[in-house]
């Protein structure tokens, strides 16, 4: 299960998304840290299947932990090339050129 979060700008519409497991925790190595912040990411508790409906409408999306960025990596939307590890967890951002929103 992963929770996600869609955040709504002007012109934008951001998705924060995590693996479950990983909400509310702070990863760390030397001077990287994330924070993985209910605020943020916890807007629903959603299934594999809502998840990449909900991929299909952002303009940006924000990804933390293994399970999620393997499926926007499967569904085209991550280059694992871009992916970092923070204190053991990923994470990346993808920008959306086109989008159904």
């Known amino acids: ?27 760390r190595d ?32 924000n990804f933390v932990g293994s399970k999620c960025i393997s499926i926007a990596a499967d569904q085209g939307y991550v280059d694992l090339g871009n992916v970092i590890d923070i204190g053991g967890v990923l994470h990346t951002q993808v920008v959306v050129k086109e989008c159904s929103v």
């Open 1 to 27: 299960m992963f929770a996600i979060k869609i955040h709504s700008g002007q012109d934008e519409k951001i998705l924060a998304v995590c693996d479950q497991e990983v909400l509310g925790q702070t990863f």
């Open 30 to 61: 030397g001077k990287k840290r994330i924070t993985v912040s209910e605020s943020f990411y916890n807007g629903e508790i959603v299934s594999e299947e809502i998840l990449i409906e909900r991929m299909k409408s952002a303009t940006i999306m």
